[in-house]
């Protein structure tokens, strides 16, 4: 009996010297079934909190005089300073912060679809008139002025939005230069002023820089 004592008291000595098991709580419980329903980080995007590259994203690239992101900076280092205050652990900080950043996110993908709309719509638009400007261009040939030729390649310059009204602008003194061009091979080979009647349209444009071409092939001829 003396014997069967002591082996209880051993164990319950062995017992007590063993760190007690940290049983999860309700609150890490419903963390962890809220996770599951939160969307998961793609791959690449996750960042230990530590590294270099997470202090330098501290602060977003976005427009800093915006009231509502000014606002979002607050709270969050209001939050911050929540978690340090109830020792909060690092994946109850990230479930936060993944909750936070996915509504975020959604925003974003939005406005980014919204001006790569814009920016393809552009492009596509000032290569349109590009290619008609290079071709008038062409049709000047070596009579054109050299800063006309100079403000062209300048064109990659201008910004994207603004591009357009410049090409614009462009193909109205190609338009001038063109006419006068006519005039001038008309001369040349003794016909009479004839109006070559320009629309608003580029294609009338192309028109008469394709009829200058064939004017001074027809001065070519005679030489």
């Known amino acids: ?7 209880v008291q051993d164990s319950e000595e062995h017992d007590a010297r063993q760190p007690p098991v940290r049983r999860p709580s309700a609150q890490h419980l419903r963390l962890q079934q809220l996770q599951t329903r939160l969307p998961s980080l793609s791959e690449g995007d996750e960042i230990e909190s530590s590294s270099p590259l997470a202090r330098q ?11 509502a992101l000014q606002r979002l900076y607050r709270l969050s280092e209001e939050l911050s300073d929540v978690w340090g205050e109830l020792d909060a652990e690092d994946d109850e900080r ?3 912060t993944e909750a936070i950043a996915a509504a975020a996110v959604k925003e974003v993908e939005e406005a980014l ?3 790569g709309q814009v920016r393809s719509e552009l492009h596509a638009g000032c290569e349109a008139l590009l290619a008609e400007a290079r071709i008038c261009a062409t049709a000047l040939g070596s009579n054109g002025p050299e800063e006309l ?9 201008v910004k994207l939005r603004a591009r357009p009204a410049h090409l614009k602008g462009l193909l ?8 006068e061009a006519r005039e001038d091979v ?7 002023h004839e109006t070559f ?14 009829e200058v071409m064939r004017l001074r092939e027809a001065v070519h001829r005679r030489r």
């Open 1 to 7: 009996q003396a014997e069967l004592l002591r082996m």
């Open 57 to 67: 994203r501290a602060h977003l690239p976005l427009q800093p005089n915006c009231g």
């Open 94 to 96: 990230l479930l936060n």
């Open 113 to 115: 679809c919204s001006w």
């Open 149 to 157: 030729l100079a403000a062209l390649e300048a064109v990659k310059d």
């Open 172 to 179: 109205q003194v190609y338009h001038r230069q063109l006419c």
């Open 186 to 192: 008309l001369r040349r080979l003794g016909r009479p």
């Open 197 to 210: 009647r320009v629309g608003e349209g580029h294609a009338d444009l192309l028109d008469l820089g394709a």
